[in-house]
């Protein structure tokens, strides 16, 4: 399979400026990585259903997607440590004390991303053929990262998530994390159909599979386009 500003924030008729926004500049670069990631993803499935190309190939593209997907989330989980009280910026430790929403989100998705490392990874190993490598080794890690990137994306719903990660894109900040939602739920279905069958060693349902990361990585893609910051916003620095 395959398989994330300073400025007020208007909660509900009012802006919040106690409410610290992401970079602009650390915003954007978090969008472009996403974008990139969803993109490999995307147009890995026909790449792995085309004849014409090496295995090795889609399994590498597959692979390079998770690592902007990781480096992505990484972003997203440094300014996830800016969900603290009015300006200051958290370190690590406080963080981890304050169990924000925006930080635990971040810190799942995160995690998740890792997940997909290793599937991706094992992929490219089993293409080249250097290694036999079971399926069910593959499978594993894909299913775990697929519920943490949905338990991610429900925290994301959460209105105080979004307007401390959306501050600067609050007039789709629904959209953009209802998005990455169903871009979720539809990579959740990606690796249910990529469930390999011990009877027959062949996926459950390979519709699922290569139609659920395509979806899903559609839907990232575009969430991730809707994260950039409009051109004539002015960039806060990181």
């Given at each position: 399979m395959m398989p994330a500003r300073r400025g007020p924030v208007r909660t509900g008729g009012a802006y919040d400026s106690a409410v610290p926004t992401p970079s602009l500049r650390a915003t954007?670069?978090?969008?472009?990585?996403?974008?990139?990631?969803?993109?490999?993803?995307?147009?890995g499935v026909p790449m792995s259903l085309n004849t014409r190309w090496e295995p090795t190939v889609a399994a590498g593209v597959f692979f390079v997607g998770s690592i902007f997907f990781t480096s992505a989330a990484s972003i997203q989980m440094h300014l996830g440590w800016r969900?603290?009280?009015?300006?200051?910026?958290?370190?690590?430790?406080?963080?981890?004390?304050?169990?924000?929403?925006?930080?635990?989100?971040a810190w799942v998705q995160w995690i998740g991303t890792l997940a997909f490392n290793v599937t991706t990874f094992w992929g490219v190993v089993e293409a080249i053929g250097t290694q036999s490598v079971s399926n069910q080794v593959i499978w594993r890690p894909d299913a775990v990262g697929s519920v943490l990137f949905l338990v991610s994306s429900a925290i994301a719903l959460?209105?105080?998530?979004?307007?401390?990660?959306?501050?600067?894109?609050?007039?789709?900040?629904?959209?953009?994390?209802?998005?990455?939602?169903?871009?979720?739920?539809?990579?959740?279905?990606?690796?249910?159909?990529?469930?390999v069958l011990p009877s027959t060693n062949e996926l459950l349902n390979s519709a699922w599979s290569n139609g659920g990361t395509f979806l899903g990585a559609l839907c990232f893609f575009a969430g991730a386009l809707l994260v950039l910051p409009r051109r004539h916003a002015s960039v806060a620095a990181p």
């Open positions: 954007s670069w978090m969008g472009w990585l996403f974008a990139i990631g969803s993109a490999c993803f995307a147009v969900a603290g009280v009015g300006a200051e910026q958290l370190t690590t430790g406080q963080a981890l004390r304050s169990s924000h929403p925006a930080w635990i989100s959460m209105p105080d998530v979004r307007r401390h990660r959306l501050g600067h894109a609050r007039d789709r900040s629904w959209t953009i994390s209802a998005l990455n939602m169903v871009g979720s739920f539809f990579f959740g279905i990606s690796a249910i159909g990529a469930f």
